[in-house]
Structure formats: structure tokens, C-alpha cells
């Protein structure tokens, strides 16, 4: 069976391992809803105490997708005045211009980063458009090259 790629996303907002070992066994979409409401629960809250392992509150999983969302509109050139109506229209939260665009900044900086190191991970036979060394913008491969490692392929 294939590993579901978004389980990638759970380890880069830093999940503690043991989350991400029952996320997989738990199938990505059922363990959003156990998170979900382990989040919302007032009996579950971590006291110093609980034996639970450490688990993040289910908003921060929302307002990594919302940045991930938001450097996706900066990267194809979307005004950060459209990008805070469509945060608004999809997440139905309120962000003022100056943090979309710090946050389109701060992502898209720290995505070329990774991106760059999944890229040294994949083969794409030489097909694929070296990346340039600052400021770089890579096309997405044919859909038949897919990266073994299951990382990614940069957009921004």
C-alpha cells in the first residue's frame, strides 16, 4: 500500500513521531477528525499529567494550510488584497494585507529551502529544469516522474 503523501504535512508542522506512526495507521482523514476533536475537548487538555502524547492544537494544522494557500496565490502573482479575500471567502478568517504578505515572504523563503532538498533527493532522468541558485522557479515534472522519496515538487 502507498503512503499518503499528505502525512508529510503532519511532520512538517512538527507532530511528536508517535502522532505521525497513528496518523498512518489511521488513514490521514480519520486522524484530522480524532485530532480534531481531541482539540476541542475539554477532558483531553495536556495538565503536566496526562499520558497522552503532546499533540498541537488542530489550528495550527489550519493555519499551515492557510500559508501553504497563501504562498500558492503570491507564487502566481494573486495582489495580497485578493489573497485576504480569499483567505476570508475559504478560511472565513480576517488578515490584514501586511501579514499576508509577510507570511507569503516567510513561506516562499522557507519553501525554496526544502524544495531545494527534496530536489537533491529526486531523479527526474535529467528531464527536469536544474534550479537556478537564488530566486529560482521550477516547472512541474511530467506527470509520469514522480520523486521516490514522496517529496513535494516545488511550485514557488
Known amino acids: 500500500m502507498r503512503r499518503d503523501p499528505r502525512l508529510n504535512e503532519l511532520a512538517a508542522i512538527g507532530l511528536p513521531s508517535v502522532w505521525l506512526d497513528i496518523a498512518e495507521i489511521t488513514g490521514f482523514d480519520a486522524f484530522l ?8 475537548h475539554n477532558g483531553c487538555q ?3 499529567g496526562a499520558r497522552l502524547p503532546k499533540l498541537r492544537y488542530f489550528s495550527s494544522y489550519l493555519r499551515f494550510q492557510r500559508n501553504r494557500y497563501i504562498c500558492a496565490l503570491a507564487c502566481q502573482g494573486v495582489h495580497p ?3 485576504q479575500t480569499a483567505i476570508l ?3 472565513h478568517e480576517t488578515l490584514d494585507i501586511t501579514n499576508v504578505t ?3 515572504k516567510r513561506e516562499s523563503r522557507a519553501n525554496r529551502k526544502t524544495e531545494v532538498e527534496s530536489l537533491e533527493k529526486c531523479n527526474f532522468s535529467g528531464t527536469h529544469p536544474p534550479a537556478r541558485e537564488n530566486g529560482f522557479r521550477l516547472a512541474e515534472p511530467p506527470p509520469s516522474q514522480t520523486c521516490p522519496t514522496s517529496h513535494p515538487v516545488p511550485r514557488c
Open 33 to 40: 477528525d480524532i485530532w480534531r476533536m481531541l482539540s476541542e
Open 89 to 91: 471567502k475559504n478560511f
Open 102 to 104: 509577510r507570511i507569503a
Open 81 to 83: 488584497s485578493q489573497i
Open 46 to 48: 495536556h495538565d503536566g
